[in-house]
Antibody, heavy 124, light 107 residues
Framework: QVQLQESGPGLVKPSGTLSLTCTVS?????????WNWVRQSPGKRLEWIGQ???????NYNPSLESRVTISIDTSQNQVSLTLTSVTAADSAVYYC?????????????????WGQGTQVVVSS | DIQMTQSPSSLSASVGDSVAITCRAS??????LNWYQQKPGKAPKLLIF???KLQGGVPSRFSASESGTDFTLIISSLQPEDSAMYFC?????????FGQGTRVEIK
């Protein structure tokens, strides 16, 4: 079973940069899955931040695209998230999530593997 | 973006009851709809994918159906361990979007 573990600072200052790393174990980041970042603010719905493939191809949520960078390090089996110019609104639990696919009548994808999440607070 | 609207926002039912949670997409998404369960302090867990396919290891009391842009998660014979938040999520296109969640409480 693929396991994901997020790591990074739990406290970031306003206007600063949030940087998180997701380490993948019992699996490889070079498989065909997309690796995603999802966040959840208190009392708010889950928000998809973006995703990366092992080739380096990325897709971002347009609402965050100007501030987000997702990268992959295949040698370390890690995926990283960088979010710049953070504000209190970026305080959330950040999850690293791995896709899985199902080939039925169509090609379906879903969030199968979730890290435990890491709490990030933006505060001075 | 495709908006996902869940109802109700919360419900309370007794052990053994059958409950239904609905998720409505703002436009057609075929069967590109997944359901997740989240317990306090834990990451979401996949229950249902591709509209109605039960994820391995998930109890058979969980099922799902779809009708147009409306999707329904049904928990039959509610158990104490089913107390949780439930979210729907569309995988039809990007950005991926989630419903706002439904809290299920056991009376």
């Amino acid at each position: 079973q693929v396991q994901l573990q997020e790591s990074g600072p739990g406290l970031v200052k306003p206007s600063g940069t949030l940087s998180l790393t997701c380490t993948v174990s019992n699996g490889s980041v070079t498989n065909s899955n997309w690796w995603n970042w999802v966040r959840q603010s208190p009392g708010k719905r889950l928000e998809w931040i973006g995703q990366i493939l092992h080739t380096g191809k990325v897709n971002y949520n347009p609402s965050l695209e100007s501030r987000v960078t997702i990268s992959i390090d295949t040698s370390q089996n890690q995926v990283s998230l960088t979010l710049t110019s953070v504000t209190a609104a970026d305080s959330a639990v950040y999850y690293c999530v791995g896709d899985q696919n199902y080939y039925g009548s169509n090609y379906y994808t879903f969030f199968k593997y979730w890290g435990q999440g890491t709490q990030v607070v933006v505060s001075s | 973006d495709i908006q996902m609207t869940q109802s109700p926002s919360s419900l309370s039912a007794s052990v053994g009851d059958s409950v239904a949670i609905t998720c409505r997409a703002s436009r057609p998404i075929a069967s590109y709809l997944n359901w997740y369960q989240q317990k306090p302090g834990k990451a979401p867990k996949l229950l249902i994918f591709a509209g109605s396919k039960l994820q391995g290891g998930v109890p058979s009391r969980f099922s799902a159906s779809e009708s147009g842009t409306d999707f329904t998660l049904i928990i039959s014979s509610l158990q104490p361990e089913d107390s949780a938040m439930y979210f729907c999520q569309q995988s039809y296109n990007l950005p991926r979007t989630f419903g706002q969640g439904t809290r299920v409480e056991i009376k």
